[in-house]
């Protein structure tokens, strides 16, 4: 605009010029026509810049957040260089297609554009755009392009606020893979909020030293005897203990995770410690360790050097990594499949993830959990599906469980099917440390 000003500034000043000129030299007739003819130009560029200054003042302004998705892996396959051409060439095809009067910004990896707006639609329609413009960008059959996008109407002039919640907008539409925009909403604002609350309260929680270990128990029905345990993180605040599954999402989205799973590690180990000292044999305990905590560089070494430090047998813990941990991440595959070779390993949530069976093949495991929603689906396909699944982990040698079972005829079908070793509420719900050297005490054939 400001450009828009001075030319306009200019155009008068000459039109000025020009006019005291023809009336200070000559002075017949025609030098007036084109004395109004000029004036008249210049009232017209006047009231054309008056008038696109209020169009560009009423009209609406939105901001948009795009992302490259899967940059990171852009870049890995194809090195740096061409990824910054890439990234480069999305700028240029952004700049051709929003408004001329529009802000476009380019940063390492995401673009900000601020524009004016009529209604929602052209803003959807401009991601659209964008989107069908640089998908050709990539001809490889592994790789696709594509971008995602996090739109804020702008309620204020505040622009940090509202890239700010561009941002959160964008983060939106990383949940669901399907969408590739969305709109922030004011709940989206509550919501962070909620999640900070929560995660103050497990920073406070830990510091304080308010988690717990809880154990439930895995038994065997045809040895009839406990063989085992899997330790629970619990949350015990104000007299009330609070499950892992109320906070355990939230605490894996902000990383929480990977020191919870540290504390809870070194509090099995002194747990173990105690049942020794007391004479009480217990049998493996199972640990479980998140995705979080598994990507970290040192997390092996770390788990080795506490062991060590609280003189626990690598016999005496299992680690149990979740199915869905793997997730696509090669690095985590590998870590799973060292993880694999230095310690005790069994799969948490069988059936639920990718790739299965090439967890089975590629890794040291030993134990192999079926997860719950096998057990508890009766229906013709569901049975089908679990005696496939009993009978193909017998048959590749891996020690098999099913947790998750709750009724009698649950783990009675199950045991016909060859599946011996439960967890689940049939047989104990996760115990208190006391409640547990209690059932191991009066279990009187539990043997380590």
Do not use: W
Not at 150 to 171: L, M
Not at 308 to 318: D, F, G, H, P, R
Not at 338 to 364: A, H, P, Q
Not at 428 to 433: R, V
């Amino acid at each position: 605009m400001k450009e828009n000003h001075f030319l306009i500034a200019l155009t008068n000043c000459f039109i000025l010029a020009i006019s005291m000129a023809l009336l200070c030299f000559n002075y017949d007739f025609s030098a007036y026509i084109l004395i109004i003819f000029l004036l008249l130009i210049d009232l017209l560029i006047y009231i054309s810049s008056i008038s696109i200054k209020y169009a560009l003042m009423s009209n609406k302004k939105a901001i948009l957040y795009l992302v490259i998705d899967n940059l990171n892996i852009i870049n890995l396959y194809y090195g740096y260089s061409k990824t910054k051409r890439i990234s480069n060439k999305v700028y240029k095809i952004i700049k051709k297609e929003v408004k001329k009067n529009s802000i476009v910004r380019k940063y390492s990896d995401h673009f900000i554009i601020i524009t004016n707006y009529i209604n929602k639609n052209e803003l959807i329609g401009l991601v659209s755009k964008i989107n069908m413009a640089t998908e050709n960008l990539i001809n490889d059959e592994m790789l696709s392009m594509n971008l995602r996008c996090g739109i804020q109407i702008c309620d204020t002039d505040d622009y940090i606020s509202n890239e700010n919640k561009a941002i959160i907008a964008y983060n939106n539409v990383l949940k669901d893979q399907l969408e590739y925009y969305s709109f922030y909403d004011d709940s989206d604002a509550e919501t962070l909020l909620n999640e900070k609350i929560v995660l103050d309260k497990l920073v406070k929680a830990l510091k304080n030293n308010e988690f717990e270990v809880y154990f439930q128990p895995k038994y065997d029905y045809k040895e009839n005897r406990i063989v085992g345990s899997e330790a629970l993180a619990r949350l015990v605040h104000d007299g009330k203990v609070i499950p892992a599954k109320d906070f355990i999402n939230i605490a894996e989205k902000y990383n929480f995770t990977i020191y919870l799973d540290k504390y809870i590690l070194k509090e099995v180990c002194k747990k173990i410690n105690e049942l020794k000292k007391d004479n009480i044999p217990f049998n493996i305990i199972s640990i479980n360790i998140s995705r979080n905590t598994l990507a970290q560089n040192k997390t092996l070494d770390y788990y080795e050097n506490v062991l060590k430090k609280y003189n626990i047998s690598k016999k005496e813990v299992e680690f149990e990594v979740t199915e869905r941990t793997e997730n696509g991440n090669l690095s985590l595959v590998d870590k799973i499949h060292t993880l694999s070779r230095k310690f005790n390993v069994s799969i948490d949530d069988f059936g639920m993830g990718s790739s299965s069976l090439s967890m089975l093949m590629e890794n040291n495991i030993n134990t192999v959990k079926i997860d719950r929603q096998f057990v508890v689906d009766e229906s013709e396909n569901g049975r089908k599906l679990l005696n496939n699944m009993i009978k193909l982990i017998k048959e590749l040698g891996f020690d098999i469980i099913a947790e998750g079972v709750e009724t009698k005829e649950q783990q009675e079908y199950l045991k016909s099917k060859g599946c011996n070793i439960i967890q689940g509420y049939y047989f104990s719900k996760p115990l208190s440390f006391d409640e547990y050297k209690k059932m191991l005490i009066g279990d009187d054939t539990n043997g380590s």
